[in-house]
């Protein structure tokens, strides 16, 4: 009986250690290629004192071709637009996310991409339209039909939902300030191998929100002051939170979902938690069908630096 029961033991140690194995190459391999891929198309200028500057953001995009990139000045922000881009292999850039602001004027997304291979850096992000049942407007909406989408080094503030990968793969969201929104990043449906890391995640109603995606991988983001949850985790399978802060969330995290999936579902990797008591690890309380557990083993000690 003792021999059965270390084979099993043995058996579940190796296959999470392939599963986060596999996760670590494919974080490795998306965040290289995407984070500093090359356009090698033209530029165009928005906001400009220049003959050829464009007055609008989306007139730019409208008229953008495949490989170009799209550059907005600070100086004739706020833009109050809703724009939308769907075309493929487009570099949309601010000048200052400080100052570079797109605002929805509360309606509808701010920014929409529908198309595969954008990437999106430098702006403020804010005013997404207001909260409504059953519907989902955000600062920033990536749709089904996009592939490799890049969000990196924006603020994304004051929106009902600041990012939402509505059922997309392969996106990165990195490096962003996203605060003040109802819920900061929210994960949606068939969204496989999505990356959110380096963010400061704070002051949200709920941190991430993931529910029915796959092979999420969470890793080292400042999740602070949110006053719901930091990161809920709804029905997602082979799920990796690793290497994050969760300093004063209401909750700091909660999963739920089917019991017969509760092996594949969520691994909680040396993440910093305020109220973890200092020896042991650290449990993480949530339901599958009844109450239920999940432990990150090993908790880290102090909190990490996000090198934003």
């Not at 068939?190 to 969470?218: L, P, Q, V």
């Amino acid at each position: 009986m003792k021999n059965r029961v270390a084979c099993i033991a043995t058996i579940l140690f190796l296959g999470l250690g392939f599963i986060l194995s596999v996760s670590a190459s494919r974080f490795e391999e998306l965040s290289g290629s995407l984070l500093f891929r090359n356009y090698n198309g033209n530029t165009l200028y928005v906001g400009g004192s220049g003959p050829e500057n464009y007055s609008r953001i989306q007139d730019a995009v409208d008229n953008a071709s495949i490989g170009d990139t799209i550059f907005v000045y600070s100086r004739s922000s706020p833009y109050y637009e809703n724009i939308i881009i769907t075309k493929n292999n487009i570099k949309l850039v601010g000048e200052n996310k400080y100052s570079t602001i797109v605002d929805g004027n509360g309606i509808g997304h701010v920014i929409e991409i529908n198309a595969d291979n954008v990437t999106l850096g430098g702006f403020t992000v804010r005013h997404s339209g207001p909260i409504e049942e059953f519907k989902f407007d955000a600062g920033v909406h990536i749709t089904y039909m996009s592939d490799y989408v890049v969000i990196t080094d924006n603020i994304i503030v004051n929106n009902q939902h600041g990012i939402f990968i509505d059922g997309c793969p392969n996106s990165i969201i990195s490096k962003n300030i996203i605060s003040n929104n109802i819920e900061g990043v929210i994960i949606y449906g068939d969204a496989r191998y999505n990356i959110i890391s380096e963010n400061k995640i704070e002051n949200n109603s709920n941190g991430i929100h993931e529910a029915f995606t796959r092979h999420s991988t969470i890793i080292g983001n400042n999740i602070a002051n949110n006053t719901g949850v930091g990161i809920i985790c709804s029905y997602t399978t082979f799920h990796i939170t690793k290497k994050n802060n969760f300093i004063t969330n209401s909750c700091h995290a909660y999963f739920d979902g089917r019991f017969k999936y509760f092996s594949e579902r969520n691994h909680w990797i040396r993440n910093y938690w305020d109220t973890w008591i200092g020896f042991g690890p650290k449990l993480i309380k949530g339901r599958v069908h009844i109450p239920w557990i999940n432990f990150d083993w090993f908790p880290a000690y102090k909190p990490y630096i996000i090198p934003i």
